[in-house]
């Protein structure tokens, strides 16, 4: 089942401006503020000790009464608190961004790395066939996770179009000047019987699993496996030279669906549509 993309785009923007499941643009600000001003009125030894405690006693706690989960330890070569938290506007669409604070240089970073486009949010409902963004969360849920796998892999091969595999169909986008990940539109290759260029990258991704809610929410476990994924493809050829494509300029697509709606939205309206048989 499909929904008429007129309405499907109207549903994104009004969902995308009302809904309460993710924070409101405005509310990234608050999340700053409550670190910058926690850090004002320390009063500790500011050494390594000092600064965890105050992270993990202060900062952490205000950032779980706003629906947080904060990770305070050690990511990488770096040390400190790490929060990824998602917000949703009409006009953005939807937007993860990932905040850190490391010690003991205290160098606060908050930044966008991965945004799913309006555009995408309401072809993911028209070829979802729902109405309302709550109804693609697991879908976006997971598109986010994945992205932070494949977006140090698409910097590393040098791609500038992407796309990132879901449960059910493929986000589709580029790679932007900053090496953020746009993701412009949403496409469901193995419901379609067109050709795409899409449907050999989205068939790497066919074995896997059937995510729990919890798996999606926690996300360590879909972390796990597409890294592990990726590593195993990249034994035997690099997804850039799998598909050479993915080092050309994005280009946006006239979508079949809307010429077919569009046709039969004049033929209702003109009252030529054929009788039913």
């Not at 952490?60 to 990770?71: T, W």
């Not at 972390?223 to 494509?245: C, D, G, V, Y």
Request: with cysteine.
């Amino acid at each position: 089942m499909y929904v008429d993309p007129r309405v499907a785009h109207g549903r994104a923007k009004f969902d995308l401006n009302r809904s309460p499941r993710m924070f409101a643009e405005e509310r990234r600000w608050k999340i700053t503020d409550i670190i910058v001003k926690s850090l004002e009125d320390f009063a500790g030894t500011p050494n390594r000790r000092g600064l965890m405690r105050l992270l993990e006693l202060q900062i952490a706690p205000r950032l779980e009464r706003l629906g947080l989960e904060p990770y305070i330890g050690t990511l990488g070569d770096m040390e400190g608190l790490f929060v990824n938290f998602s917000t949703m506007s009409a006009e953005h669409g939807l937007r993860e961004f990932q905040l850190r604070l490391t010690i003991p240089d205290l160098v606060l970073n908050s930044f966008a790395s991965n945004t799913i486009k309006p555009h995408a949010v309401a072809r993911c409902m028209q070829r979802n066939g729902v109405l309302s963004v709550a109804e693609i969360e697991r879908e976006t849920n997971i598109a986010f996770v994945f992205a932070r796998v494949l977006r140090p892999l698409a910097l590393l091969e040098k791609w500038k179009q992407t796309a990132v595999p879901t449960a059910d169909g493929l986000f589709v986008g580029e790679i932007s000047h900053a090496d953020d990940v746009f993701m412009n539109t949403y496409i469901r290759p193995a419901a379609s019987d067109r050709p795409s260029r899409w449907s050999g990258f989205a068939e790497l991704f066919s074995v896997m699993p059937d995510w729990t809610a919890a798996q999606i929410h926690e996300g360590s476990d879909l972390l796990q496996w597409m890294i592990n994924h990726i590593l195993a493809l990249r034994k035997t050829a690099s997804l850039a030279e799998r598909f050479p494509f993915l080092l050309e300029p994005y280009q946006a697509l006239n979508d079949p669906l809307d010429a077919t709606w569009d046709a039969a939205r004049t033929s209702a309206e003109s009252g030529t549509s054929p009788a039913p048989r």
